[in-house]
DNA sequence: TAAGGAAGGTGATAGCTTCTAACCGGATCG
DNA sequence: CGATCCGGTTAGAAGCTATCACCTTCCTTA
């Protein structure tokens, strides 16, 4: 959100418009969904009228598009901060848990029901690579010297790193499994999925990932 | 689908009307989405003029949540006729990954993005308890005799059986982690989030469920 | 400094949507 | 047979996305 820095005057101020804009967007999406985002809505809020905001996103699903990547360049912010503050896995998972839950639908407009048809630009699935690169690191110490499982085979080969030494298959495979067990913890209980059953999500998390440690 | 059992001609017309309008409506969503549903298309589709549509659903939500409750009860089905089969959670979770692969769209329509504010009625929960009823059932067999680990704590008096005894926490802490680690490789599978990884999502699926056998 | 062009804003409008209202004809039921 | 209900119609209100033509204001450039 912070592209203000844009050199003519003329540039800070279009730059400032399309932040309020998306924060607002932000704001529908947050209590309503995103079906319910409204171009219009957010023009009169602006307190300019309707067809101005075009000047500013060529489309609703450019808005969307925008509203996209700042989400994940959010997330893979708050995962590489975790990562440089030297959090292992269980770290990465609790900072992702407490970004997730600070606004679910950003969580669910990455993660969500996807739109037939939709392939994010190139530049957002660069963002989602870099959040799989920290995985990959971080799933790189607990598996130092385990010996290879049947099931890592698949995923031998199958990924190379910054320096082109290809990812074991026992890294890629445990990078994948705490990122699907965590996104199965948390997609279900931010869906509500949860609800009238008793226990802690928390505690099925920490379950969750401690077996994953020890495998 | 099938709920043509009317009395009166004039009910199993009815009920006829309804089923195309929820067919046509299930094709729009599998191939467009559900925000792009829309009830003047299905109407003109069906050759009928758009509001004569609104005799059959009082509303758009009111069709969704038909829809909703149909996923729900496909669903249930599934897993049940291969509970009754005599699956284990292994079975279980084929049925369910064809089920869902089957039509993805109608998978997220359960387990995707939630509306901010919408509530299933009481009838669809029901229906949702109906599989956890399974899980649990398929759930007793792997996990009899096997001590209790700390993490069952936080789940054991959760729940009451069917005759009113409670099940053991480790019961139902291994139902939901077979329930949460299947979505998870689920829904990432089907939002397309492994496409460029080179691995095949069910050897993925086939080591989380394995190692969920082993503890 | 004056001129010209780009950028931002406006109202009007097309075409779509959901949904309501009023009306009409035919089937059903007492 | 008559009353009623049911399913369909057209008309229309209100909202949406998006485009168009036009106007003003600011910035740049000669």
Redesign the interface.
């Known amino acids: 959100m912070t592209e203000a820095q844009g050199r003519s005057p003329r540039d800070r101020y279009r730059a400032q418009v399309r932040a309020e804009i998306k924060q607002h967007a932000w704001e529908q999406i ?6 319910a985002l409204s171009l219009n809505a957010i023009a009169k809020q602006l307190g300019m009228s309707g067809p101005a905001l075009y000047r500013y996103f060529a489309n609703r699903d450019e808005l969307i598009t925008a509203l996209i990547r700042d989400a994940y360049r959010s997330f893979a912010d708050a995962v590489r901060a975790a990562h440089e503050a030297g959090a292992d896995l269980a770290g990465l998972a609790h900072a992702i848990r407490d970004w997730a839950r600070a606004d ?2 950003r969580y ?1 407009l990455i ?7 939709y392939h994010a630009p190139e530049d957002i ?1 660069a963002i ?1 690579d870099e959040v799989m690169v920290v995985l990959l690191e971080a799933s790189e110490a607990p598996m130092a010297g385990k010996p290879a ?1 049947p ?1 890592d085979a ?2 031998a080969n ?2 190379t790193r910054a320096d082109g030494s290809p990812v074991p298959g026992a890294v ?2 445990h990078a ?2 705490f ?7 948390l ?2 209980e ?4 949860f609800t ?5 999500p928390d ?2 998390l ?3 990932l ?2 994953l440690g020890t ?1």
């Open positions: 947050a209590t309503q969904g995103v079906p679910p639908q669910f993660y969500g029901t996807p739109v037939p048809g699935t989602a499982t099931f698949e995923f199958r990924r890629l495979r994948m499994s990122w699907t067990r965590l996104h199965g913890v997609s279900l931010l869906a509500g999925h009238g059953m008793e226990f802690d505690r099925l920490d379950a969750e401690h077996e495998s």
